[in-house]
């Protein structure tokens, strides 16, 4: 159980290292991943950033619903800034990031994904945004970046309806950028960040800064509305029953309080 960091010249494969419970993010996982960005942020040996799940079932399958149970909404706007930070990294850090979605890509799982440059996915990956299944909603930067990379109408449905996307349909979305066979997902995502790796770090930092500024404007305000919404949901009822049915595995039962 660990956030591994692995060298292949200049690229630094990330893997999230929890396979019991689907490479779900606990705290420990999640302060681990946002330690390694940080490093691998400030060091020039590490060209490209690969990020992927240990084992054939996940990527991430969220953020860690049973340690969620719990949560009051300081606790849970705390977590959901955590999330935040480790996406944020994903997303800025000076040189490319690339996800190699290996299965489900879940609630902070997709988020983590929607963060990265670059996607890429067995076409066995399932995506989506199953917090509205929780009695919640996305708190990683999901409301945000979904609807920027697939458009608003897309992104309503898969945050309303919570269901999966088979990554076919993610891929005809352009929520993913190609697909490939289980066994060919790492060799081609390698291929992929050893090309990049070989560029101008520099003409990359800056080709990433500009693409970027598609962002700018309102984007950090409405990530902070995003966890304020976040962390509020867990003072309801509803929260707490669809955490509760996810560990008890039963149907939530919704009252709207
Ligand atoms: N948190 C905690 N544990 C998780 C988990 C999660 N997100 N996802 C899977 N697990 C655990 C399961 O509880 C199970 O543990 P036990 O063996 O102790 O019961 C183990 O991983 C294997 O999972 P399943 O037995 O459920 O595997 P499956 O193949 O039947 O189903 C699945 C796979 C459909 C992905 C199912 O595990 C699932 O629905 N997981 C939850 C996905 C989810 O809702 N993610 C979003 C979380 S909310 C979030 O991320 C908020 C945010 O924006 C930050």
Redesign the pocket.
């Known amino acids: 159980m660990s956030v591994d960091v692995v060298r292949d010249g200049g690229v630094a494969i990330v893997t999230v290292n929890r396979p019991?419970?689907?490479?779900?993010?606990?705290v420990e996982h999640a302060e681990a991943l946002r330690d390694h960005l940080e490093d691998l942020a400030a060091d020039p040996e590490a060209r490209v950033v690969l990020l992927t799940g240990a084992g054939d079932?996940?990527f991430?399958?969220?953020?860690?619903?049973?340690?969620?149970q719990s949560l009051g909404v300081l606790e849970a706007r705390r977590?959901?800034e955590l999330?935040q930070a480790c996406a944020n990294l994903l997303e800025t850090i000076p040189k490319p990031t690339i996800a190699a979605i290996n299965?489900?890509a879940?609630?902070?799982?997709?988020?983590l994904a929607l963060a990265c440059d670059i996607r890429l996915a067995s076409n066995q990956a399932?995506l989506?945004?199953?917090?509205v299944?929780?009695g919640?909603?996305?708190?990683?930067g999901?409301s945000q970046r979904l609807p920027r990379i697939v458009g608003l109408g897309f992104a309503k449905e898969i945050v309303f309806s919570?269901r999966?996307v088979e990554a076919g349909e993610a891929h005809d979305w352009g929520l993913v950028n190609q697909i490939y066979d289980p066994d060919e997902l790492m060799p081609a995502a390698l291929k992929l960040a050893h090309e990049l790796a070989k560029k101008s770090p520099l003409a990359l930092a800056y080709a990433k800064e500009a693409t970027n500024l598609y962002l700018t404007g309102e984007a950090s305000a409405h990530m902070e509305t995003e966890l304020r919404l976040?962390a509020m949901l867990f003072s309801s009822e509803d929260q707490k029953e669809g955490m509760a049915a996810?560990?008890e595995?039963r149907e939530p039962e919704f009252r709207g309080r």
Not at 61 to 68: E, L, R, S
Not at 106 to 111: A, D, F, I, V
Not at 136 to 140: A, L, Q, S
Request: net charge negative; charged share 20%.
């Open positions: 019991d419970a689907l490479n779900a993010l606990d079932k996940a991430v399958a969220g953020a860690d619903i049973k340690y969620m977590w959901g999330g299965g489900y879940l609630g902070g799982g997709c988020e399932k989506g945004q199953p917090e299944n929780l919640i909603i996305p708190g990683w999901g919570g999966p976040f996810f560990a595995k």
